[in-house]
T-cell receptor
């Protein structure tokens, strides 16, 4: 029973196209995230949503737009794809930080996006 | 500007011995440090964390040590097992937002 799932697992597309990656969590968490792992293997946060509200928005091009239809879903839509968008995108979820510190984040398996 | 640095891209350790993975950070505002483990084609999984008010946290075979004055932390795995072969990410966070800053990772190979 997958906790955080992403679809698709692989995505190959041409420059200029628009694509979406879907993420769902069945853990009942309040917060969801999108991370990007680039070719240099750095894992960087892109967005964070808490109860469908955007709370973290890193310096990400406007072509990237997260959408949270409900607490269990956070989708990532990318317009006008560029070569540099090729990376592995991870979705994650967690509870809201408590008094004892941040709760662990649970990651999905990742979506490998290749832009040609 | 890497706030979390893992200077060893890879490490090989004999099965049964101790594995020590190191991590340095630059931001003194970090209040929590975490270690994640990642297998190929999977997402990172949480391993262990430590608050900045502590200097050690232990969970089974895994122990994390924090040296705040040196801005250094390390993960000890003892004894090392074949299933420990993976990429280990050091990470840190500060303040109320759960914005985790990850290091580049260290690939650990456990040799038979």
């Amino acid at each position: 029973d997958t906790a955080v799932s992403q679809t698709p697992k692989y995505l190959v597309t041409q420059m200029g196209n628009d694509k979406s990656i879907k993420c769902e969590q069945n853990l009942g968490h309040d917060t969801m995230y999108w991370y990007k792992q680039d070719s240099k293997k750095f894992l960087k946060i892109m967005f964070s949503y808490n109860n469908k509200e955007l709370i973290i928005n890193e310096t990400v091009p406007n072509r990237f737009s997260p959408k949270s239809p409900d607490k269990a879903h956070l989708n990532l839509h990318i317009n006008s794809l560029e070569l540099g968008d090729s990376a592995v995108y991870f979705c994650a979820s967690s509870q809201v930080r408590g008094a004892s510190g941040p709760y662990e984040q649970y990651f999905g398996p990742g979506t490998r996006l290749t832009v040609t | 500007d890497q706030q979390v640095k893992q200077n060893s891209p890879s490490l090989s350790v004999q099965e049964g011995r101790i594995s020590i993975l190191n991590c340095d950070y630059t931001n003194s505002m970090f209040d929590y440090f975490l270690w994640y483990k990642k297998y190929p084609a999977e997402g990172p999984t949480f391993l262990i964390s430590i608050s900045s008010i502590k200097d050690k946290n232990e969970d089974g075979r895994f122990t994390v040590f924090l040296n705040k004055s040196a801005k250094h932390l390390s993960l000890h795995i003892v004894p090392s097992q074949p299933g420990d072969s993976a990429v280990y990410f050091c990470a840190a966070t500060s303040g109320g937002l759960d914005k985790i800053i990850f290091g580049k990772g260290t690939r650990l190979h456990i040799l038979p």
